[in-house]
C-alpha cells in the first residue's frame, strides 16, 4: 500500500486524523488522573501482640519467635523484621515484590489464619494479635485541627465530626484521627479509708468492674408476647459512680465509694502519642484517595466540603493542612508539563531555525500532534499524568522527533532533485517506512525490561514503558501519514529543483565528506582512537558519583530526633517544643508539625513510618522555597548540637526513591547479645573514623535501668500476699490499675484505680507503700514482702530479621555535603567487612546498597533478553550479523560521551541516568539503522561500494544532525530540574557524542567488516 500517495490524495480522511489527535488529545488531557507518583502498593503488613509485664526478651522467646515461624511457612514471604520490647511484639511482613494489589486480599487473609492459629501456643497474658494490613495506606491530605482555648476533649470532638462528613466526600477513602489522648476515669482509694473500714482493695476493684458489667438476663414469654429482661445499674455518670455501695456483706452501715475515694474524668498521664502544629496542642486528622481517581479533583472536593462545614467550626478553632497531595500534585505535573512545552517549543525553534520555517512548522506540528495523540492512549489505557508518565513522555520527546525528520528531509531531498511532491513523499516513505518501525521497536524494546518486569521496578515504573510503546509507534504512523499530507500543504512547487542538481553541495556536506574519507583511509588507526577514548572513559566513569535517586523538590524536610532509650515521652515532647519555637521564629519556615512517640501516618509513598519509641520525636518543616532548606538545615544541626546536646538528630529531605532507616547499614546477626553489641561498636567506630558519616547509631538502642523488686516468697506466704499482688501495688501506684470500662455514648473509658496523691511516695520510700493481708485482714508494710529493690540494666529493644537476632548498625552521608551515600560506603565498607565474625554470627548489607541492587537486579535480569531481542531484529532488517555488528559498537563507545557529561556537570549515576542510557541506545541504533538502510539504497542504484558509503553517511548528515540537536535543545529545561537533571545530562551528553559515532564510526566499522575498498 502506498501510504504516502493515499494520505496525500485522500485529504478528508487525513484531516480528520489530524483533528481526532488535536481535538482528541486536548480533551483526554483534561480528563487524565493526576498523581504524585505511579499507583504503587507497599506489600507490608504488621502484626502487633501485647504481653503485659513481659521483658524484651520474654516477648522475643514466647510470643515473638512463636508467630515468626508460623508466618515463615507463607510461601509468599520475602522478608520477616520484629522488634520485641517490654509487653510488646512487632512483627513487619514483608510479601515478594512480585504480587500485585489484586493478590493481597487473600495473601493477608492466609497471614490472618496463620495469626490466629498460632494464639493457642502462646503464654497466658498474652494480648489477642493484631494484623495490620492498612500499615501501607497512603494519607494524601493531613490536616492539623488545633484550638489554644480548648481542651484535647473539644478539640477531638471537633476533628471526630470532621471525620464522619469528610469520609462520605467522592474519592476519600480512609480517614484517620492521629494524635488522640485516651480520656480515663480516674478512682483515687484510700488506702487509709479503706483500713478503716475493714475494706479489702479487690473488693472495691471487683464491685467496679461487676456492676458496670453488660450481662444477659434473659427473656420471658408473657401472654404470647416476648420481653427481653434488662437489669439496670450500670454507670451512667461520674456521680453514679460515687453512690456505688462498697460496704463489707452484712454490714449495718451503708459505705458508698465517694467515702474512701475521689472520681473524677482526665486525659491519661502518659500518652502514647502527642502531635503538634505550630507549637500549639492538636490532632491531625489524615485522608487517604481511594482507587484510580484524579486526586486533583477530590483535593477541590475537599476543600469545597470544608468550606460547607465552616459554620460548625467553633471560633478560635483552626484546621490547617500539613500535607495536601491534590495542591503538591497540581504544582508538580504542571511543572512537568511546563518542561514538556518548553523542550517542545524549543524543539520547534530548533527546526524552524536549522531547516527552515516550513520544514519546522511541518515536523513541530507533527511533534505536537503525537504528544497529544499520546494522551489519548493514555486515557484509554487508565495510564494517570505521574512522575514517571511524564518523564517517559520527556524522554520519548528526542525519539519522537527522528521519524518525522528522516520522512521530512527526505521529500525536500528528493523535490531538489526534481520529483513532484508525490513521488518524493512516496519513494522516501517506501524506502524507510520498514526500517523506522525497525529502529522504532528497536528503541521501545530497550525500555521493555522495565515496564514488563515482575517485580517492584515493573509495577512502580510499568507506565514509562507503555508510554514509549504507545508515543513512539504512533511517531511512526504520524510520520508516514501526516508529515506528507502537511508536506503538500506546506512545500511549495518552486522548491522542486533538477534532477540533476546535487543536493548536498551545501559546504558543511563537502567539509563532511572530506573528514569521512580520510577516516575512511586511516579506519584502523580512527578505530583504535576511539578505544583509547572509551578506555580512559571507563576509568574516568570510576569517578563519577553514584546516586541510587535525587532528593525530592518539595520544600519539605523531617528532623528526627532520638532522645537517650529510655525517655519519658513527656520530656521528649517537652524539649523537642524548644526545637519547634527556635523554627517558628526563622522568616522562611512556614510551618512546623511535630509527631512524638511514633512517626506521622504515611502521607507519601516514600515516607519512612517509624515505630512506637517514647524517647523519638519528629519534626516535619515546610519552607517557603527549597533554596531556604539547606543554610536552614545546616543551622538546626548547629541548634541541636549547642542546645540538645543528647540527642542523636538526622536531617532528611523528602525522597523519591525507595526509603530506608538509613542509607548505610550494616547488619550484623546472630545468637548472642552481647557479641552483636562488641561487634556493633566496632563498626560505629570504624564509621566514626570516617569523616563522611554522620548519624552514626544502632537500631537496639542503649541498654537501659531496670528496677527489680526481690519478692520474699516465704514472708508472702505467710501473709498470703502473691507476687501478683506485689505487681499489682507497684502498679496501682505509680501508674494504675485498668479495673473496668466506663461508657459514654460511643466512648468506652477505662476505669483506672490509684492511690491518691497524698499516699503515693516516691521510689525512695518504697517501703512505706501499703500491701493488703487478706491472712492478717489489715493493711502491712510492703518491705514485708519485698527484701529490696535493686537496680540493674536490660536489653529494652530485640530486633530480628528472618528470625535471627540482628543488630543493625547505620550511618548517613551528608546530605549538606558534596558527598554521596555511595562514597562514604565503597570507604567504610571493607574495613568493616575485615572484622573478625565469631563462628555463627554473619553481615549483610542494608540501605541504600541493597535497595539500588534489588532495582538494578530486577532491571539487568531482563536487559540481556531485551538486548538479544533488538539484536534479532537489527539481524532481521539487513539479514546480516555483521550489519548489525556494527549498529551495534556504538552503544558501548556512547560512555565516552556520558561520562564526560556527567564529571563536567558534577551529576551522579543513578537509575534515572540508567534510563537515559538506555533511551540513549535506542537513538543510536535507530540512527545507524537509517544510515545502513541508505547505503542498500545506494549500492542498489549502482555505486561502488566506497562511493554508496560516502553518499549514504552524506545524505544521512541532516537528519541525524537534526535530531540529536533538536532532543539536546529540548532537554535543556531538566537540566534544571532535580529529578531528571542527571537522565538530561546523560542523553545531552550521550547524543552529541552519538552523532559523530553514527556519522564517523558507523562507515569506519562497516568499511572494516565488509571489507570496502580505501577512498
Known sequence: MDIARYSMTRKTTSWMFLLLLLVGGIVALTQLGRLEDPEFTIKQAMVITPYSGASAQQVEEEVTYRLENAIQELSYVDNIRSISKPGLSQITVEMKSTYRADDLEQIWDELRRKVNDTKRQLPPGTGEPIVRDDFSDVYGVMLAITGSDYSYKDIEHYADFLRRELVLVEGVGKVLLSGERQEQVIVEVSRAQLGNFGIPPQQVANLLLTQNAVANAGRVTINEESMRIATNGEFSSVEDMEKLVISNPGASERIYLRDVA????????????????????????????????????????????????????????????????PHEVENSVNTFLLNLVEAVAIVVVALLLSMGFRSGLLIGSVLLLTVLGTFIFMRLGDINLQRVSLGALIIALGMLVDNAIVIADGIMVGMRRGQSKVQAATQVVKQNQWPLLGATVIGIIAFAPIGLSSDATGEFAGSLFWVLLISLLLSWVTALTLIPFLADRLYSEKDIGDENDDAFKHPLYVKYRSALRVCLRHRVISMLAMVIMLVLAVVGFGQVKQAFFPPSTTPLFYVDLWYPQGTDIRHTEQDSKRLEDYLLDKQEVVSVATTVGQGAPRFTLTYLVEKSYESYAQLLVRVNDKEAMSPLMADIRERIKNAHPDVEDKLIRVEIGPATPAKIEARFSGPDIQVLRQLSEKAQAIMRDDAGAVNIRSDWRQRTKLLQPEYDEAAGRRAG???????NVLLGNFVGQQIGVYRDGTDLLPIVKRAPAAERVDLNNWQELQIYSPVLDRFIPLAQVVRSIDTTWEDPLILRRDRKRTLTVMADHDILGNETAAQVFERVRPKIENIELPLGYELSWGGEHEASNKAQKALFGALPLGFLVMFIITVLLFNSIRHAAVLWTTVPLSIIGVTVGLLLLNKPFGFMALLGFLSLSGMLIKNGVVLLEQVNVELESGKSRIDALVDAAVSRVRPVAMAAATTILGMLPLLFDDFFASMATVIMFGLGFATVLTLFVVPVMYAIVQKVERP
Not at 300 to 325: F, H, K, T, W
Not at 721 to 727: H, R, S
Open 262 to 325: 475521689n472520681i473524677y474524668r482526665e486525659t491519661k498521664d502518659i500518652p502514647d502519642h502527642v502531635v503538634r502544629y505550630n507549637g500549639e496542642p492538636a490532632l491531625w486528622l489524615a485522608l487517604s484517595f481511594a482507587d484510580d481517581v484524579n486526586v486533583v479533583e477530590v483535593g477541590e472536593r475537599l476543600e469545597q466540603r470544608l468550606n460547607e462545614l465552616s459554620y460548625a467550626q467553633p471560633i478560635g478553632m483552626n484546621v490547617e493542612r500539613i500535607y495536601d497531595q
Open 721 to 727: 500476699i502473691t507476687k501478683e499482688d506485689v505487681n
